[in-house]
Nanobody, 114 residues
């Protein structure tokens, strides 16, 4: 199983980015798909999650700015990030959890600075 993230970049505050994660090699579909992030010197934190049903969950600091979505047929998960703030600077990781198995991507860097 391989998860590959893309879309990270350096942007100014207020700008937008769209992160994508493609999962290949999965023998099952569904489960949880999540985005985490880890800033320098900080612990990894959950940013957003989406169930196979489409139900979503966001951490408070990104509500109203970030939108998570998924394509079950393509095993992809996307994170649309609007109105980015310097505090959003981090390495963003996608995670897929199916049954008792959890898979991680290698991360993509998002930097927000003036």
């Amino acid at each position: 199983v391989r998860l590959v993230e893309s879309g990270g970049d350096s942007v100014q505050p207020g700008e937008s980015l769209r992160l994508s994660c493609v999962a290949s090699g999965l023998t099952e579909r569904g489960g949880f798909m999540r985005w985490y992030r880890q800033a320098p010197g900080k612990e990894r934190e959950l940013v957003a999650a989406i169930l196979e049903s489409g139900s979503t969950h966001y951490r408070n600091s990104v509500k109203g700015r970030f939108t998570i979505s998924r394509d079950n047929a393509k095993n992809t998960v996307t994170l649309q990030m609007n109105n980015l703030k310097p505090d959003d600077t981090a390495v963003y990781y996608c995670q897929v959890q199916i049954s008792t198995f959890t898979y991680w991507g290698q991360g993509t860097q998002v930097t927000v600075s003036a």
